[in-house]
């Protein structure tokens, strides 16, 4: 079956380390993936979209890996701050088909 | 630059009842999706809408309706309310033109509660 997988457990990290999120999947094979943050009772926000035959993407303070062997992306945020803390999510761009396939998201704290 | 915007923001209804949800997508933007998303869990596609066709759809059964108006803005129906469709609903819009990057706006959602 298609799966996404998230690590259900907080991320509790120091102020100004990297934070680092895995997202794993498998029986899929996505055009790209797209990286969302989501606060308590808001919507999601885009962050960054990297292409299938791109190995990482920077923004800022944000670094996305994609590895089409290994079917993982890791996701970084450097210099970690409290205002980062929140559920990010990651969803998979299928060929041919426009729907989002969410993970259930990984919650990140970040510890002044 | 307005975004997204959905209502209400809040709705409580019975099981049985009927509901409708709102949503006027980003400014310039044609497509809108929309989503559940239970408490802990990720977004689920329920369907999508372009030139007021639907043109794809989740898993979710046919009391799932919506509709797409000439001015791109968009409505969720679900009919014979259960208490499981308690959730967040989310509204997104995307630019039909972007393709495949499908880089995706939300709305600020709809809390449904079914009692």
């Known amino acids: 079956s298609q799966k996404i997988e998230q690590n259900s457990e907080a991320l509790n990290i120091q102020e100004g380390k990297t934070a680092t999120l895995t997202c794993n999947y498998t029986?899929?094979?996505?055009?790209?993936l797209q990286w969302y943050r989501q606060d308590p009772g808001r919507g999601p926000v885009f962050l960054l979209l990297?292409?299938?035959?791109?190995k990482e993407k920077r923004k800022e303070r944000l670094k996305v890996t994609f590895d089409t062997t290994l079917k993982q992306s890791l996701f970084h945020i450097t210099a970690s701050q409290p205002a980062d803390s929140a559920t990010y999510l990651c969803?998979?761009?299928?060929?041919?088909?426009?729907?989002?396939?969410f993970g259930k998201g990984n919650q990140v704290v970040v510890i002044p | 630059d307005a975004g997204v915007t959905q209502s209400p923001t809040h709705l409580i209804k019975t099981r049985g009842q009927q509901v409708t949800l709102r949503c006027s997508p980003k400014?310039?933007?044609?497509?809108v999706s929309w989503y559940q998303q239970a408490l802990g869990q990720g977004p689920q596609f329920i369907f999508q809408?372009?030139?007021?066709?639907?043109?794809q759809r989740g898993n979710f059964p046919d009391r799932f309706s919506g509709h797409q108006f000439p001015n791109y803005s968009s409505e969720l129906n679900v009919n014979a309310l259960l208490l499981g469709d308690s959730a967040l609903y989310l509204c997104?819009?995307?630019?039909?033109?972007?393709?495949?990057?499908?880089?995706?706006?939300f709305g600020p959602g709809t809390r449904l509660t079914v009692t």
């Open positions: 029986n899929y094979s996505p055009a790209y």
């Open positions: 969803a998979l761009v299928l060929y041919g088909n426009n729907r989002l396939a």
């Open positions: 400014s310039g933007h044609d497509t």
């Open positions: 809408y372009y030139e007021e066709e639907e043109r």
């Open positions: 997104a819009s995307s630019l039909a033109l972007t393709g495949s990057r499908n880089e995706q706006y």
């Open positions: 990297i292409r299938e035959n791109e």
